[in-house]
C-alpha cells in the first residue's frame, strides 16, 4: 500500500509569489491534515479536510488556504509569499479523524527569496 | 484549547543507557495522547498512543509511556537506547469535544542523540 504522497519534494519561491503544494492521502483515507514545522515554532496546525469539506482550522492568515477533492487528494495554497512561510509543509491522512493512527508524507521543503 | 509543553528540548545520552522524554500537556476536557518519532528528512510516525484504559502504553521499537492525570503528564520511556533512536521526538495531544478533536497539537519535539 503506498503512503502519503506529497509533491513537490523541494520548492524555491520569491516573495509575493503564490504556490500549490500536494497531497495523496493512503487509499481509503478520508481525513487530510496539513501541519507548518519550523525550527523556532515546532509543528503548527493548518487546516484538516473529510470529504471535501474543512473541519477545523489553525490561526493562519487567509493567504493559506486548502481543498480536498472528491479522490480525497488536498492541496493547499499560499498567496503572496512571505520570507516568514519558508518551513516543512506536511501532510497527514487518517481514515476518519485525526485522533486515530496519523500517517504522514515526507513533505515539501518550501523556500521564499 | 489544549497544549503541550517538552520540558527538553534536547536529550544527548549514550547508547543503552536509559531514557525518558517529558511532556506535560493542558486541557480542561479529556485528551487522548500521542508520541510521534521524525528521523532526518521523514515525517513523522506513530510510536503509541493513550486512549483510554491502562496508564501504561507500550509502542513500537521498545519504547513505552505512562499517563498521568492527576499531574497531566504523558513522559516517554525506554530502558536502553540505540544509535538508532536519535530522532526527533513529537508529544502531541487532541481533546474528544467539538472541532478540537479534528486536530493535534504538538509540542516543539525532544531532540534525542545517541552517542556510541
Known amino acids: 500500500k503506498a503512503g502519503v504522497t506529497q509533491t513537490p519534494r523541494y520548492l524555491i519561491k520569491t516573495r509575493g509569489q503564490q504556490v500549490t503544494l500536494s497531497c495523496s492521502p493512503i487509499?481509503?483515507?478520508?481525513?487530510v491534515s496539513w501541519y507548518q514545522q519550523t525550527p523556532g515554532q515546532g509543528l503548527q496546525f493548518l487546516f484538516e479536510y473529510f470529504s471535501e469539506t474543512q473541519r477545523n482550522k489553525g490561526n493562519f492568515p487567509g493567504r493559506f488556504s486548502g481543498r480536498q477533492f472528491s479522490n480525497s487528494r488536498s492541496e493547499m495554497n499560499v498567496s503572496t509569499l512571505e520570507l516568514g512561510d519558508s518551513a516543512l509543509y506536511l501532510c497527514a491522512s487518517s481514515l476518519q479523524a485525526p485522533n486515530e493512527k496519523l500517517f504522514f508524507g515526507s513533505g515539501t521543503q518550501l523556500s521564499v527569496l | 484549547a489544549q497544549s503541550v509543553t517538552q520540558l527538553d528540548s534536547q536529550v544527548p545520552v549514550f547508547e543503552e543507557a536509559p531514557v525518558e522524554l517529558r511532556c506535560n500537556y493542558s486541557?480542561?476536557?479529556?485528551?487522548?495522547l500521542f508520541w510521534y518519532v521524525q528521523y532526518p528528512n521523514q515525517g513523522l510516525q506513530l510510536l503509541l498512543k493513550y486512549l483510554s484504559g491502562s496508564t501504561l502504553v507500550k509502542g513500537i521499537n521498545g519504547f513505552e509511556a505512562e499517563f498521568n492525570k492527576s499531574q497531566t503528564s504523558f513522559h516517554l520511556r525506554k530502558p536502553s537506547v540505540h544509535i538508532s533512536d536519535t530522532a526527533e521526538y513529537f508529544c502531541a495531544v487532541t481533546t474528544l469535544s467539538g472541532g478540537s478533536n479534528y486536530k493535534l497539537t504538538f509540542g516543539k519535539g525532544t531532540l534525542l542523540t545517541v552517542n556510541p
Open positions: 487509499s481509503g483515507h478520508r481525513s
Open positions: 486541557s480542561s476536557v479529556s485528551v487522548y
